[in-house]
């Protein structure tokens, strides 16, 4: 028996990364799982990672799966791919908004555009698939919804600020999305508690070797011993996504944190357990 048997998953941003490991291993757990992204097939992105790739390996491993290409930084995209969800599978049981863009840009050279089409695919689209699938976990007082927040929601504190290289890295927009998505977490969290539905948020302990990581330089390559392994973010987004209502909604913790705290892990290090974490982990 799995902890998702029959269940419907949505996850975004599926075709590389944390949201491939997350996809693969709720599909392993029984999930009929709906992989979404904007890569469909390989070569259409500069990264390797595709919705192909990843359907095919969770197929390959018996689990089941469908991948839906989607622009989500649109809300029409976002709700055909509900629409699409529930036409192939049914509603929806668990939501794991996953998906990122961002550029390190300082703020004083930021594009407008491209300022805007990050917080659409960072914040926006959260918001958006979030109130479509309650349509679903409402009426049947059950469901979860795990958003994939980040350590750069933690602030650089206030001034003095010596080290100006540190200052011009340009992760404001993408740390400032990432604390609204805590924020938000919790404030809906508490809106819905009532009707059975949980919503958490989950940040890795460590950098997770990615392509996405390493392209922006915050870790030297997918084989950084640095780097947290991807599974870590697939079993805590597990955790969080089939542990009761009562026990984890609100939560906005980080992966190694939450595994130790719940008996998965034994040993545990990064954000949460060598460090504070943001001020909504801490309420």
């Keep these: 028996m799995g902890r998702l048997d029959g269940k419907i998953v949505v996850v975004t941003g599926a075709s590389r990364g944390i949201g491939?490991?997350?996809?693969?291993?709720?599909?392993?757990?029984?999930?009929?799982?709906?992989c979404v992204a904007r890569t469909v097939q390989e070569g259409?992105?500069?990264?390797?990672?595709?919705?192909?790739s990843t359907v095919a390996a969770i197929?390959?491993?018996?689990?089941?799966a469908h991948g839906i290409g989607a622009n989500i930084s649109e809300p029409a995209e976002c709700e055909r791919l509900i629409r699409e969800t529930r036409e192939r599978y049914g509603p929806v049981d668990v939501l794991v908004n996953n998906a990122a863009l961002t550029y390190y840009v300082p703020i004083k050279d930021y594009?407008?555009?491209?300022?805007?089409?990050?917080w659409a695919v960072n914040f926006h689209a959260p918001f958006i698939l979030s109130q479509l699938v309650l349509a679903d976990m409402i009426p049947r007082r059950t469901g979860a919804i795990v958003n994939i927040s980040s350590g750069s929601a933690i602030g650089p504190g206030r001034g003095p600020y010596p080290d100006p290289a540190v200052a011009a890295r340009g992760g404001t927009c993408y740390g400032a999305e990432k604390a609204a998505l805590e924020r938000f977490t919790q404030g809906l969290a508490s809106e819905v508690y009532q009707y059975g539905v949980s919503v958490t948020a989950l940040s890795p302990s460590?950098?997770?070797?990615?392509p996405g990581t390493v392209h922006h330089r915050l870790v030297s390559g997918l084989d950084d011993p640095r780097g947290e392994p991807p599974i870590l973010m697939a079993r805590a987004a597990l955790l969080l996504a089939t542990e009761s209502c009562?026990?984890?909604?609100?939560r906005v913790t980080y992966s190694q944190q939450i595994l130790r705290e719940f008996?998965?892990?034994?040993?545990?290090?990064g954000r949460g357990v060598d460090s504070r974490g943001s001020g909504y982990s801490e309420i």
């Design 20 to 34: 491939a490991d997350i996809a693969r291993l709720f599909a392993s757990e029984g999930g009929r799982v709906i």
């Design 44 to 52: 259409q992105h500069p990264f390797a990672g595709s919705l192909e």
């Design 59 to 64: 197929r390959e491993a018996g689990g089941e």
């Design 111 to 118: 594009p407008v555009g491209k300022w805007l089409r990050s």
């Design 206 to 210: 460590q950098v997770v070797p990615t």
């Design 246 to 250: 009562e026990r984890v909604s609100g």
């Design 263 to 269: 008996g998965w892990i034994e040993s545990a290090r």
